[in-house]
């Protein structure tokens, strides 16, 4: 299939076109999640295979699922795990008995989330 030289020009416009809405669609959603009220602080290491373990897989009420991926930039356990447990428990909707159950399935992996922050557990509730 033979294509002529200004067919050629008109596809490589649309080409760059096409390329330079990506990157300013890309740039948008990175500032969205770099504005969400949560901070991940990735100073914090956790074992690699906490990054692995998508908050899809958590056995927890589907609210808070929901809160995690709608209002923070939560994606994995790990990243969870290097979040604040006071500004999760502040997030709208995460009332004590959801975080509770979260609280619990993180620590079903052996993982004292509270104490890894410095937090006592009655802190949280207040």
């Given amino acids: 299939m033979k294509v002529s030289e200004s067919e050629f020009q008109k596809s490589m416009k649309l080409v760059k076109r096409y390329n330079r809405l990506v990157s300013k669609h890309e740039g948008i959603i990175d500032t969205y999640y770099r504005n969400l009220n949560t901070k991940i602080d990735y100073s914090i290491s956790v074992e690699p295979k906490f990054d692995s373990i998508s908050i899809w897989?958590?056995?927890?009420?589907?609210?808070?699922?929901?809160?995690?991926?709608?209002?923070?930039?939560?994606?994995?356990?790990?990243?969870?795990?290097?979040?604040?447990?006071?500004?999760?428990?502040?997030?709208?909707?995460?009332?004590?008995?959801?975080?509770?159950?979260?609280?619990?399935?993180?620590?079903?992996?052996?993982?004292?989330?509270?104490?890894?922050?410095?937090?006592?557990?009655?802190?949280?509730?207040?």
């Fill in 57 to 126: 897989d958590f056995e927890v009420n589907v609210y808070v699922h929901n809160i995690l991926r709608g209002t923070t930039n939560i994606r994995t356990l790990g990243d969870l795990l290097r979040t604040n447990p006071i500004e999760v428990r502040k997030l709208r909707g995460m009332g004590r008995d959801r975080f509770n159950q979260l609280r619990e399935y993180v620590e079903s992996y052996g993982v004292r989330w509270l104490q890894s922050h410095g937090i006592e557990e009655f802190e949280v509730y207040y």
